[in-house]
């Protein structure tokens, strides 16, 4: 079983910053790949960036990001606090959603309660 507890939501206006936190525990060991997801209202949840396990503690894996956010957000861990950040740069309205940590393991993946984001303009 892996815990997820996102924080570090808000309401922001247009070209703020944000970093949004998601605090792991329990069986940390299965976990392949790290991301956050997004899910704005009426819209289907979509990938946003994920992280790999690869790397040293301190660097990161193999990431990926959405088209949408390349160039204005990016995904890191630290693995010794057992911590996924989401470090948000000029934000936009369209980036409002609610965010949510996911972990892959080998039986099953695990997600997180989600956190609210609210960009105004």
């Known amino acids: 079983q892996v815990q997820l507890v996102e924080s570090g939501g808000g309401l922001v206006q247009t070209g703020s910053s944000l970093t949004l936190f998601c605090a792991v525990s329990g069986d940390t060991n299965c976990i392949s790949v790290m991301g956050w997801h997004r899910q704005a209202p009426g819209k289907e949840r979509e990938l946003v960036a994920a992280l790999s396990s690869g790397g040293t503690a301190y660097s990161s894996g193999t990431t990926y990001y959405a088209d949408s956010v390349k160039g204005r957000f990016t995904i890191s861990r630290d693995n010794h606090k057992n911590m996924l950040f989401l470090q948000m740069n000029s934000l936009k309205p369209e980036d409002t959603a609610v965010y949510y940590c996911?972990?892959?393991?080998?039986?099953?993946?695990?997600w997180g309660q989600g956190t609210q984001v609210t960009v105004s303009s």
């Open positions: 996911r972990a892959d393991c080998p039986v099953t993946d695990y």
